[in-house]
């Protein structure tokens, strides 16, 4: 399993740069929505027909029901939230047409980021 910033820790980071006032506009929202987000969007669609069932048939609440069932469920975001993907396979921007820019720039972008801000990517990862 890879390893990530927990909520606390990425919550503290996100308060940190407000405190800074380097931006003239900045935004987010909770780390917590970040994570359903991302796994209702990059889930596959067989395994996560569950979760969303049960998400359906639950009152959810600001973030009890669904801390419930991520928890039930943390297997799918270790799989699709907290796994690194291969940049020679499909990318979740894969189906992103945009004239003058290809797949190729994207990832290159991708890759001067992630040197930028020193992480290290695993190079069975990288295309």
Do not use: C
Not at 67 to 92: A, C, F, Q, T
Not at 108 to 116: G, H, P, T
């Amino acid at each position: 399993m890879a390893t990530h910033a927990g909520d606390d820790v990425i919550n503290d980071r996100v308060k940190a740069l407000r405190e800074i006032h380097t931006y003239t506009g900045f935004s987010t929202y909770s780390a917590f929505d970040a994570k359903v987000q991302a796994l209702l969007s990059l889930g596959g669609d067989r395994d996560i027909s569950d979760l969303i069932f049960e998400a359906s048939l639950t009152s959810l609440d600001r973030g009890g029901s669904w801390r419930r069932l991520l928890r039930k469920y943390e297997g799918l975001l270790s799989r699709y939230v907290y796994s690194w993907k291969s940049l020679n396979s499909e990318l979740p921007w894969s189906h992103i047409r945009i004239p003058g820019i290809d797949e190729g720039n994207l990832k290159s972008m991708l890759l001067r980021y992630v040197k930028e801000v020193g992480i290290d990517l695993p190079t069975q990862h990288i295309g």
